[in-house]
């Protein structure tokens, strides 16, 4: 029985690597975006930005809710990266350094453990510089050969 080694560097599989980010990163916006939005407004959101006295609360709140969501499908189907991901990285980076920077690196901080499982404290900014990086990624490689963009690439031709 021969065995064969899978080569990734090999084109074919570099074809999936922008696919496999954009699906991930789509969806964890997606989700952040609609937990926001959910119960009808996202009021929550809007008195965590009062405290940080960002400016239009209320506007802000369902500006940045929208994007998540709308941003995240745009990045899952791969339709225009480049643009989306600018306000995306924007988002991220206002969260970095308004909330998380104070927490420390870690996204996971264990502080204790109850009978019910592990207490968690407050994330620190590493998913925010993972989703950076991601997007900086998918920038930089174009949304690849599975997506709207180079479904729309090749309609042109």
Not at 105 to 119: D, M, R
Not at 126 to 147: H, P
Request: contains cysteine; positive net charge.
């Amino acid at each position: 029985m021969k065995t064969q080694i899978i080569n990734i560097s090999n084109e074919k599989y570099q074809l999936a690597a922008p696919l496999i980010l954009r699906l991930i990163i789509g969806v964890g916006f997606i989700a952040h975006g609609w937990v926001k939005l959910s119960k009808g407004a996202p009021s929550g959101f809007e008195k965590l930005l009062t405290q940080l006295e960002v400016p239009f609360p209320h506007f802000m709140a369902w500006a940045i809710s929208i994007i998540e969501v709308l941003g995240g499908l745009f990045i899952f189907f791969g339709y225009s990266v480049v643009l989306t991901a600018i306000p995306l990285i924007c988002i991220m980076l206002v969260a970095m350094f308004t909330i998380h920077i104070h927490y420390g690196f870690s996204s996971v901080k264990t502080i204790g453990l109850s009978p019910e499982g592990p207490l968690f404290g407050p994330p620190g900014y590493e998913i925010n510089l993972l989703y950076i990086a991601g997007l900086i990624s998918i920038m930089c490689t174009g949304a690849g050969a599975f997506s709207v963009d180079k479904l729309l690439k090749g309609r042109n031709r």
